[in-house]
């Protein structure tokens, strides 16, 4: 088993994610190695699934339910492969391990303590995780800074890791920022010189330093990181700022990070097969076909938030060779004179996935415009149960249609609470969450789109379109194109090709499977609509 261990210094959110999920996938591929990740988050909730969007960006959901780092989103994006749920270590579930063992004596006895105790239950998942998958190479991106409290026990763990398994089994890559100050006009080292120091102080010794900056590293500053780390000029590697995060793979590889890696680990049969990589990126960045695609939702102020959308929204359009341009509308308190201002220049509309009532009329708005007037639409969990209420008011002429998580009094709950969710107190992992089956209506576009008569996507929502309203919305012209084999949930929702040119709405969350090689099909129908 060979380990690759990614570090951060210096200030978060520099992109140690992004930079794990590169460093993988170059792996994977120009070697030709089963690649896993391993992403470890000091906090000590058991996942990211109670904490508000604003608060920790997008979460990210698997197949088996798993509620994770938005991270994982990157690691399935560049490595094509369908992550679990036990791939994510948190605080909080190493310690409610840790509790749930000495609760059953298995400590025999002993004191249990933060060290060996919680120490060792990490490091037995970074040994027992990978052997079950058995695969060859296992990256560990360690989250927050170097120096925080809460990430030094697997900071501690992965010092182990390496004594356990030797330095040709295990490496350590630290990514660092490196400031550029404007009134010197020079990359200063000083940051990293102590973040590499914290690391060292800790027992770790990085066999790389990735410098994250506005430009490439001087080759001074290399030098300079170089000699206060150990490490010759050819192991610091430049990570410059990208607008398009699909070129830091080959970035990485230009300085031949993947090869002195290979050398390191002593890995075989090194071969350049990035082109599918490389021709995409070549078509994104020269596409002359520029599209606007509006998102409309109230967490816009932290665009995290949609982070798996905006990457779907790339994969697709790499594939159709369309520029696009993202344009934010946040919906709370917005009136439909407003939606027909700022919607008019707008080439195709996305409603992603929300709770709560607050921007719920303001999308209500958005979608009306879009249906109205032919703009391709995409609909996403929310978009879809909104969808649902707007044609339900216009069409069907039921005015006070809602959902009983907006308005619990209303006389026509077209958008109800899942019968198995009215008991449910408790808010962590008790969704309607993961990979689910759906049985597509023959020749609907959804299953024109899929090119199959049934679709699996992931899910994370309480509630559905009430089962009471099937009837008089399809007796309306809506197309209820995609059932759960029960035929109780909607899961697809569309309108007829000769009354709109894309209007299409899931229950599901498509954008979390859509990778940067495969795009999702109803992404790629809709931007592909808007070329018609």
Known sequence: MKYIVVTGGVVSGIGKGVASASIAKLIQTNYDLKVMPIKCDGYLNVDPGTMNPIEHGEVFVMDDGGEVDMDFGHYERF?????????????????????????????????????????????????????????????????????????AFYVEAVRQLQMKFGKDNVIFVHLTYVPMLSNVGEQK????????????????????????????????IKEKIGMY??????????APDVSNIYDIPLNFAKEKLDKKIGTKLKLLGYK??????????????????????????????????????????????????IKPEIVWLDTSYLTYEQAKTKLKDIDAIIVPGGFGSRGTEGKINVIKYARENNIPYLGLCFGLQLATIEYARTVCGLKDANS??????????????????????????????GSQLANLKPNSLTSKLYNSHNASERHRHRYEV?????????????????????????????????????FIATQAHPELKSKFEEPNPLFFGLLKATLE
């Open 466 to 502: 009430n089962p009471d309203y099937h009837k008089i919305l399809e007796d309306k012209g809506l197309i209820l194109s995609g059932l759960s084999p029960n035929g109780r949930l909607v899961e697809y929702i569309e309108l007829p090709k000769e009354k709109h040119k894309y």
């Open 272 to 321: 350049n097969r990035m082109n599918l990589w490389a021709d995409l990126l070549h078509k994104m960045k020269n596409s002359k076909t520029k599209k606007k695609i509006l998102i409309a939702g109230k967490y816009t102020a932290l665009h995290d938030s949609y982070a798996s959308v905006i990457e779907a929204i790339k994969h697709a359009s790499a594939h159709l060779s």
């Open 189 to 220: 080292s000083k940051p990293t010189q102590q973040s590499v120091h914290l690391l060292m102080e800790q027992g770790i010794f990085p066999d790389f330093i990735l410098g994250r900056a506005k430009d490439p590293l001087s080759s001074a």
């Open 404 to 433: 009983t998580e907006i308005n619990t009094e209303t006389t026509n709950p077209i958008i109800d609470i899942l019968p198995e969710q009215k008991d449910v107190d408790k808010k962590g992992h008790t969704m309607r969450l």
């Open 229 to 238: 780390s150990n490490l010759d000029e050819d192991n610091i590697i430049s």
């Open 79 to 151: 490595l094509n492969i369908t992550t679990k749920f036990s791939w994510n270590l948190t605080m909080g579930k190493i310690l409610s391990s840790i509790i749930e063992k000495e609760r059953k004596g298995l400590f025999l006895g002993k004191t249990t303590q933060f060290i060996p105790h919680v120490t060792n239950e990490i490091l037995e998942n970074f040994i027992r995780l990978p052997e079950k998958e058995n695969c060859d190479v296992c990256v560990i991106e360690i989250g927050g800074t170097i120096g925080d409290l809460e990430n």
